[in-house]
Nanobody
Framework: QEALVESGGGLVPPGGSLRLSCKTSEIAYIFHNMAWYRQAPGKQREWVASIRWDGTPDYVNSVIGRFAIARSGAEDTVYLQMNNLEPEDTAVYYC???????????WGQGTQVTVSS
């Protein structure tokens, strides 16, 4: 069983919206800071957004005002709401969990997001 399972990717036109989900299991969710990264073809993986264990969010400049990260303790799930998507947002999106104290990281398998008309 995977510790992090992403879902919600797909194909949308420019200006469209998607909501990604990352369901956690087998990790102590409340002890982890959660994040989303993405990797476009031919590019390095880049950090997109994160949310600390206490709910504090942070974003890369290029998505501020368009993306929103949130976490649900009851569901052990972190979400990434993506609005006004641009072709440059096309990438495989990965969920990441980092333990608050040990810094141990866990990665999901990724979900494809394609923004194209």
């Amino acid at each position: 069983q995977e510790a992090l399972v992403e879902s919600g990717g797909g194909l949308v036109p420019p200006g469209g919206s998607l909501r990604l989900s990352c369901k956690t299991s087998e990790i102590a969710y409340i002890f982890h800071n959660m994040a989303w990264y993405r990797q476009a073809p031919g590019k390095q993986r880049e950090w997109v957004a994160s949310i600390r264990w206490d709910g504090t969010p942070d974003y890369v400049n290029s998505v501020i005002g368009r993306f929103a990260i949130a976490r649900s303790g009851a569901e052990d799930t972190v979400y990434l709401q993506m609005n006004n998507l641009e072709p440059e947002d096309t990438a495989v999106y990965y969920c990441n969990a980092q333990h608050r104290f040990t810094a141990h990281e866990t990665w999901g398998q990724g979900t494809q997001v394609t923004v194209s008309s």
